[in-house]
C-alpha cells in the first residue's frame, strides 16, 4: 500500500475533524464561494471543508488518500442531503481522474501538505484550476509554538528517523518553499500572498480526553506512542503531550477544550 494512505487510513480522522467543525466552516465563510462555482478540496478528509462549500451552493468535489475519509465523507453529503458534493478516493501527486483547467477554486487544508513530491502536488493544483480561479492552501509552520506543529515535534522525536529523500511536510508552512514550488509550476512569485491565520479545534470534553484522540486516531501520534512502547518512552511522551494540551487550552471549563493553532494560509492566483 502507499505509505501515505496506510498512515491516514491507519487511525480515524474524523474524531478530530469533529472538533475542527467550526474553523472549517468560518474559513469557508471567508473564501467568497458563489453559487455553481466549480471547487475541488484536495485532501478533504470527511468533508470539514467540503461540506460547508457546499452549502454556499459551489459544487464540490472532495478527494482523499485515505479511503475511510472518503467514505466517511459522502455519507456526511448523502445525510445533508448535498447532491453537489461527492468524495472520491485520490492522491495528490497524481490527479490523474481530474481534467485540466476544471475548477474555479482548489482547497486544501492541511491535506495536501503531507503528501510526498510536494513539487509534483503544486503542479498538479495548478493544472486542475481554470485561469483567473484560485488555490487556497491552510498549512501548519515548522517551529510553530501552537498545538499541531508541536505535537508533530514532539512525535518526530520518538519515531525512526524517516527514510533518506524524505521531504518533511512543514516545509509548505515556509513561504520561500511554497513560492519556489508554484514558481517551478509556472505561477510567479507576485501571484502568491500569505497571511498567518488560526485554526481553533474546539470540542465539549476535557484535554485528557481531546489528547486520547490524537493519541487513538492520528497516524502519526499513533506511529509515536507505538514507537515509545517499543523504547520504553510510552509514559514519557504522554507527559509531554499532556503538558503540552494542558498549556494550550484556553477553555475556562475543565471539561471544555478551546485550542488556536497558527497557520499559514497560501492564496495563490491562476
Known sequence: MNPNQELWEKGDFTRL???????????????????????????????????????SGANVTGVDIARNLVEAGNKRAQSEGLLNCTFQHGDATNLSQLNDQTFDLVISIFGAMFAPKPEEVAKEMVRVTRPGGRIVMGNWIPGDPTLVAQILRISSAYTPAPPEGFISPMLWGVESQVIERFGQAGV????????????????????????????????????????????????ELQRELEDLFASQNQSASENTTSIPATYLQVTVKR
Open 188 to 235: 510567479p512569485k507576485e501571484n502568491i500572498s500569505f497571511e498567518r491565520a488560526t485554526y481553533t479545534f474546539q470540542a465539549p470534553i476535557a484535554t485528557s480526553e481531546f489528547l486520547a484522540r490524537f493519541k487513538n486516531y492520528y497516524g502519526p501520534t499513533m506511529n509515536a506512542f507505538a514507537a515509545a512502547e517499543r523504547n520504553g518512552k510510552a509514559q
Open 17 to 55: 475533524a469533529e472538533t475542527m467543525r467550526e474553523s472549517g466552516a468560518a474559513l469557508i465563510a471567508k473564501l467568497d464561494i458563489t453559487k455553481g462555482l466549480n471547487v475541488l478540496d484536495l485532501g478533504c478528509g470527511d468533508g470539514t471543508t467540503a461540506i460547508p462549500a457546499a452549502k
